[in-house]
């Protein structure tokens, strides 16, 4: 009886795999026809092209057209393609929460769940199965050691705001950047805006990605980042540069970077099977181990020196609330900072 | 004279005022030019107009009230005025003295000199600014290291990101505008004025002052002018120099107008004042050009020679040479440097040494090769149909052939306010629409530098003409060829290396745009200067520097082709 139980077993999971394999062939087939999927996307452009490069390799006659802009950015051409009737975009993939509340609002996603997000931690998936979290980084205070000696450096948010750091730090910006959009939400509800009001006192150097102020830091033109995403402080690091990389204990803003594909996707076939690479065990851990990024994936491993989550005071932003609040975030960090 | 002389003149006279009383065999092709260019630029400008008048309430300037009353709007208008006069002045200070220098004075080197500053004039002013932040950053700048390192001071000689800094780089890379402007006018004023007033006893810094300048006055006024709007028109100098330090322009601000959710009617609001202030300014250069006759070029040439500078020559060419050191020498090297490192701003050892910036840009990274082929696309093609079309419009007014021709003028020069960022939205609408849809392609991308490169164009040809007496023209009329005929025969063989220079101003024009590509660009229409204004939001600082190297490069190439193929070096005079 046990041993037929298990044969019936091993031929329905025989027979479901073939199924998905079938699926899959059938997915590959239709994606090779359409020749390519468009991927607006804010991840950083080295990583987006070793993903695009992958997927490639992967499945030969499919092409990735990468369109790389921060995530204001990318909202914008969305909605200005929108605007005009033109339908561009297959795959749009930011790190504000909030756009994938607007976007699912207005009706501008396709509803597709990729296999084996199941498991992932609900900050990973929408509810109502629109868009799902394909990576997660954090936003972290870094600093320049060569310059600023560790016992010196600014180990906590509240350190920033010492007038002698005035002139020494750089941030990004929530106008250009989901992370830093996220960043400063979560800030704003830990301390209110006068966090940012006394920060802007310190003259800080403003640039725009929140993968620029690792350059910024690791050259010493500002040797504090009071700011920025810590997957490229990390891989600048791991480049040979010296940056230390700060996980402030008062609580680190922890940005889920959701991904979906576009209601009027011009290659939806390719574009699902982008979304089936993306959430593969494999291209998971190649985000890991490749990018220094953190995911949803249960199975995932993070390289040793890299802290683990459940070891931080994680701030979790609210994609609905970030979705509320962009506009007054864009307007109060330009009121304080100038630009 | 003889009798058969005398009725020879009577009967060309004849045919003159026949000419002028029956209808012009050419004029359609005067009237679609004019038409052509009307439709060119009136669409986008209509648009704007009505976006900024208009809302669902109906006609209102509650817009202009928006705009006009937020004090940080303002700080933006006036930090654009204040940027913009000043590098007018330092370009025409720079652009003209180097000019004449180069024109009319023995200054050793000429033809380098020459070649550098179109190296400047090739160099995109983003490009320049992101090289500046590399060598003046207060802290990891290369010249404020020295500095340190000279003189043990923990502090910094320049900083970048200010207004200062901001004016310094925009004046490094407007003054070729001027430059050209005025070494064109200078290689056509014959000496024989100037040899009179010597005859009469002036010293040479007297003729210079009372002879050549006041000749050289309107290029003077209008390189003052061309240089200004030039910079009131940037938008990635700004945006790389000033965003940081939170100082925004005119442009950085109608940028930050079209982030989602777009307030495209404050932009229009924005940029309509600034259109009537140019039509103020083009209209006052008008007035003080337009009373004089500023034709130096008659059938026969006169002769130039070169003024002496003695003991002068070896600081002048310091000068010019210090000026060419701070906007190509300085900033290429250290882009060179930066291209071959893994860290920018450490010295470049064998530790530091990589090749990987050269890998990732040209092999990795996907979209370089479609951009480095859709600019040059565009470049050739824009080039080409601007340099035609800027010089029949040119025609039209200048020989005044068409009714209301002066108001083309208005039309042609009209783009050089309209901020390339507040252009593309107007193309935006306009040609993402049924009749005419464009976007998508390169070709919305084609009409957005046409129309912004009109200025440009026509104003090289315009100054090119006047420069040229109609009397040749009109000998030719006379004896029967048509107007296309004589332009083509007659007054385009004198003004070749004018439009020629015509058709350089455009290329280089284009393939360095950015303020309006960044709007209108689609994954497939992806332009260079986009890609390098991607990388530097993210900072990758050894990729653009890839990037900006092969841009001159490649320019360069094709600038001396050009040139090669027109039998005459640009880096030479006329001779």
């Known amino acids: 009886m046990m041993r037929l139980v298990a044969a019936l077993a091993a031929v329905w999971c025989l027979g479901g795999v073939s199924v998905a394999f079938a699926q899959d062939a059938a997915l590959v087939q239709a994606a090779k026809k359409e020749g390519k999927v468009v991927w607006y996307t804010s991840l950083a452009i080295p990583s987006s092209t070793a993903i695009a490069h992958a997927f490639r390799t992967k499945y030969p006659g499919v092409d990735v057209e990468v369109h790389r802009t921060g995530s204001q950015r990318v909202l914008q051409r969305v909605m200005q393609e929108a605007g005009a009737g033109i339908k561009n975009a297959d795959i749009i993939h930011t790190s504000d929460a909030g756009h994938f509340v607007l976007l699912k609002e207005k009706g501008m996603l396709l509803k597709y769940t990729p296999r084996g997000v199941e498991p992932f931690p609900s900050g990973f998936k929408d509810k109502d199965g629109y868009y799902f979290g394909m990576r997660a980084t954090l936003s972290v205070i870094a600093h320049n050691p060569k310059v600023v000696p560790e016992k010196d450096a600014p180990k906590t948010w509240k350190d920033l705001l010492n007038s002698k750091w005035k002139g020494r730090m750089v941030s990004a910006h929530p106008g250009y950047s989901g992370i830093i959009m996220t960043h400063v939400l979560a800030l704003v509800n830990l301390y209110g805006w006068d966090y940012f009001r006394d920060l802007a006192k310190n003259s800080l150097h403003l640039v725009q990605s929140a993968n620029d102020p690792a350059g910024v830091v690791a050259s010493g033109e500002r040797p504090i980042g009071v700011n920025g995403a810590e997957y490229f402080y990390y891989k600048t690091l791991k480049q040979g540069n010296p940056i230390k990389i700060v996980y402030p204990a008062e609580g680190v803003p922890l940005v889920v970077s959701p991904v979906a594909v576009a209601k009027d996707a011009p290659h939806p076939n390719a574009a699902k099977l982008f979304m089936e690479f993306i959430f593969a065990r494999e291209s998971q851990q190649l985000l890991a181990d490749r990018e220094g990024l953190y995911t949803g994936h249960p199975a995932v491993t993070y390289p040793p020196d890299k802290p683990k989550l459940k070891d931080l005071k994680l701030l979790n932003a609210d994609p609905d609330e970030l979705e509320k609040r962009n506009a007054e975030i864009k307007k109060r960090f330009t009121q304080f900072f100038g630009a | 004279?003889?009798?058969?002389?005398?009725?020879?003149?009577?009967?060309?006279?004849?045919?003159?005022?026949?000419?002028?009383?029956?209808?012009?065999?050419?004029?359609?092709?005067?009237?679609?030019?004019?038409?052509?260019?009307?439709?060119?630029?009136?669409?986008?400008?209509?648009?704007?107009?009505?976006?900024?008048?208009?809302?669902?309430?109906?006609?209102?300037?509650r817009k202009y009230v928006e705009v006009f009353t937020n004090a940080a709007f303002l700080k933006a208008i006036w930090n654009t005025i204040v940027v913009s006069f000043w590098v007018g002045i330092i370009a025409v200070a720079a652009g003209g003295s180097m000019a004449w220098l180069v024109t009319r004075t023995d200054l050793p080197l000429k033809r380098c000199v020459r070649a550098l500053v179109m190296a400047s004039f090739v160099t995109p002013p983003f490009l320049g600014a992101f090289a500046w932040t590399l060598l003046a950053g207060p802290n990891a700048g290369a010249l404020n290291k020295l500095y340190r390192a000279l003189t043990g001071s923990d502090g910094f000689l320049f900083n970048i990101f200010t207004l200062e800094g901001l004016i310094f780089v925009m004046?490094?890379?407007?003054?070729?505008?001027?430059?050209?402007?005025?070494?064109?006018?200078?290689?056509?004023?014959?000496?024989?004025?100037?040899?009179?007033?010597?005859?009469?006893?002036?010293?040479?810094?007297?003729?210079?002052?009372?002879?050549?300048?006041?000749?050289?006055?309107?290029?003077?006024?209008?390189?003052?002018?061309?240089?200004?709007?030039?910079?009131?028109?940037?938008?990635?100098?700004?945006?790389?120099?000033?965003?940081?330090?939170?100082?925004?322009?005119?442009?950085?601000?109608?940028?930050?107008?079209?982030?989602?959710?777009?307030?495209?009617?404050?932009?229009?609001?924005?940029?309509?004042p600034l259109l009537l202030a140019t039509m103020a300014l083009i209209a006052l250069q008008k007035k003080i050009l337009g009373r004089r006759g500023f034709s130096t070029v008659g059938g026969k040439g006169g002769q130039r020679r070169l003024?002496?500078?003695?003991?002068?020559?070896?600081?002048?060419?310091?000068?010019?040479?210090?000026?060419?050191?701070?906007?190509?020498?300085?900033?290429?090297?250290?882009?060179?440097?930066?291209?071959?490192?893994?860290?920018?701003?450490?010295?470049?050892?064998?530790?530091?040494?990589?090749?990987?910036?050269?890998?990732?840009?040209?092999?990795?990274?996907?979209?370089?090769?479609?951009?480095?082929?859709?600019?040059?696309?565009?470049?050739?093609?824009t080039a080409t149909a601007g340099t035609l079309l800027a010089t029949l419009v040119a025609y039209i007014t200048n020989r005044n052939i068409l009714r209301g021709a002066r108001f083309l003028s208005f039309f042609a020069l009209a783009p050089l306010v309209i901020p390339g960022i507040v252009l593309a939205v107007a193309l935006f609408i306009v040609y993402t629409r049924p009749p005419i849809v464009l976007y998508g392609t390169v070709w919305i991308l084609f009409v957005a530098y046409?129309?912004?490169?009109?200025?440009?164009?026509?104003?090289?040809?315009?100054?090119?003409?006047?420069?040229?007496?109609?009397?040749?023209?009109?000998?030719?009329?006379?004896?029967?060829?048509?107007?296309?005929?004589?332009?083509?025969?007659?007054?385009?063989?004198?003004?070749?290396?004018?439009?020629?220079?015509?058709?350089?101003?455009?290329?280089?024009?284009?393939?360095?745009e950015l303020s309006a590509s960044i709007l209108l660009f689609s994954p497939a229409s992806k332009v260079v200067s986009v890609v390098i204004f991607d990388l530097k939001e993210e900072g990758l600082v050894g990729a653009i520097s890839v990037l900006g190297i092969f841009l001159l490069l490649v320019s360069f190439a094709v600038i001396l082709a050009v040139h090669w193929a027109a039998g005459r070096d640009l880096a030479g005079g006329r001779e």
Not at chain 2, 39 to 53: D, G, I, K, Q, Y
Not at chain 2, 191 to 215: F, N, Q, Y
Request: glycine share 6%.
């Open chain 2, 171 to 272: 004046a490094l890379y407007s003054f070729p505008y001027v430059f050209s402007m005025i070494a064109n006018v200078c290689e056509l004023i014959s000496s024989d004025l100037e040899d009179a007033a010597v005859i009469l006893g002036a010293s040479k810094v007297r003729t210079a002052c009372t002879i050549t300048l006041p000749l050289a006055l309107p290029a003077l006024l209008g390189g003052f002018i061309v240089a200004f709007l030039h910079s009131l028109s940037l938008f990635g100098a700004p945006a790389i120099l000033g965003l940081p330090a939170g100082i925004h322009t005119i442009t950085t601000q109608i940028w930050t107008f079209f982030q989602y959710p777009p307030r495209l009617d404050l932009a229009a609001a924005f940029s309509v």
């Open chain 2, 307 to 381: 003024v002496r500078l003695g003991w002068a020559r070896v600081p002048a060419f310091l000068l010019v040479g210090g000026v060419l050191s701070l906007s190509i020498f300085l900033p290429y090297w250290i882009l060179l440097k930066a291209a071959f490192s893994k860290a920018w701003a450490v010295p470049l050892d064998w530790d530091n040494f990589t090749l990987n910036n050269f890998k990732f840009v040209l092999f990795q990274y996907t979209d370089t090769q479609r951009a480095i082929f859709n600019t040059f696309k565009l470049g050739v093609l």
């Open chain 2, 450 to 512: 046409l129309t912004k490169e009109m200025p440009i164009g026509f104003s090289q040809a315009e100054s090119t003409f006047k420069s040229i007496h109609p009397e040749l023209e009109d000998a030719s009329r006379i004896i029967g060829a048509n107007r296309l005929t004589s332009l083509k025969d007659v007054t385009a063989p004198l003004a070749r290396s004018g439009l020629i220079a015509a058709w350089c101003f455009i290329f280089i024009g284009v393939i360095r």
């Open chain 2, 1 to 61: 004279m003889s009798i058969a002389g005398t009725e020879t003149i009577g009967r060309a006279r004849a045919a003159v005022r026949l000419g002028l009383a029956t209808r012009d065999a050419t004029l359609p092709v005067w009237a679609g030019v004019a038409l052509l260019l009307v439709f060119l630029m009136v669409l986008p400008l209509a648009s704007l107009v009505s976006t900024s008048l208009v809302d669902e309430t109906g006609i209102t300037l």
